[in-house]
């Protein structure tokens, strides 16, 4: 089979192992901050109806547009977070592939990214970040960071203490100045775990990143809610969305703050 045939099959065969993870994450999604609720058991069923989901109903993203969005039982509206989720992993997926091809590597921030998808949909829905994400996320960074190219065990401990040391110490400035929380324990665990799969040299990028792009979807929010500085939105999907632009342009990133620096000089 000539190279490119099996480089293209390879590309398409990311893309569709992305999709079926991201099946599955739409599960852990739902069910993870419910109380009592199983991520394996039962099988996939209508959220509206309980009717179970056969299997050519569950086809990602294929299933959603030949069933036009609806229940096959009940007709009842599917959210649009299933194709979406599901379309979003593929595309990660396509693209660590692009980037690391059938490596270590690709395997390693394949469960980094999946578990930010998870965080953003859950934040931006109850605006909260389960531990039971972040804590085991920091620990699987960190062992990784002893086989993956590019990160050392130090620059992955060194993001862990700082990483939750900064936010830390944001979120307790925030709160000695207003006497309000701005910031909770989730956010500051979840910017270890970027720390531990990215290493310290990330975070300057990511507390940057976040901070500039929340700022301006907070001051959107707050105009179009009219409640002000009581206007809340979740920080977390900021700090994946700014590691996951790390992941991906980091060499790019660092040759701009050189040409800046030198620039500057």
């Not at 739409?26 to 069910?31: C, E, G, L, T």
């Not at 324990?185 to 940057?208: N, T, W």
């Amino acid at each position: 089979m000539p190279m490119m045939d099996m480089e293209l099959i390879l590309h398409i065969a990311s893309f569709v192992f992305g999709a079926v993870v991201g099946s599955f994450l739409n599960v852990v999604i739902f069910r993870l901050p419910a109380e009592g609720e199983s991520i394996v058991y039962p099988a996939s069923r209508c959220p509206a109806c309980s009717t179970p989901i056969r299997w050519c109903d569950n086809i990602p993203i294929v299933s959603f547009l030949l069933l036009r969005g609806r229940c096959r039982a009940c007709r009842g509206t599917i959210s649009l977070q299933y194709p979406l989720v599901e379309l979003c992993m593929a595309l990660l997926s396509l693209a660590l592939y692009t980037k690391f091809a059938l490596s270590f590597e690709f395997f390693f921030y394949f469960l980094f990214l999946a578990a930010l998808l998870v965080i953003i949909f859950i934040d931006i829905r109850l605006q909260i970040i389960p531990d039971a994400i972040s804590l085991p996320g920091i620990l699987i960074g960190f062992a990784g960071s002893f086989a993956a190219s590019g990160l050392t065990w130090q620059q992955s401990g060194l993001g862990i203490l700082l990483g939750g040391g900064i936010l830390y110490a944001v979120a307790a400035g925030y709160y000695l100045l207003t006497r309000r929380e701005g910031m909770g324990g989730g956010d500051i665990k979840l910017l270890g775990m970027i720390g531990a799969f990215l290493g310290v040299q990330s975070l300057l990028f990511v507390v940057f990143a976040s901070s500039l792009t929340g700022s301006v979807v907070g001051i959107l929010a707050m105009l179009k809610q009219g409640k002000g500085g009581k206007t809340r939105i979740p920080y977390g999907p900021f700090l994946a969305l700014g590691a996951m632009l790390f992941l991906f342009f980091q060499d790019d990133i660092f040759r701009l703050w050189q040409w800046y620096l030198t620039r500057g000089i």
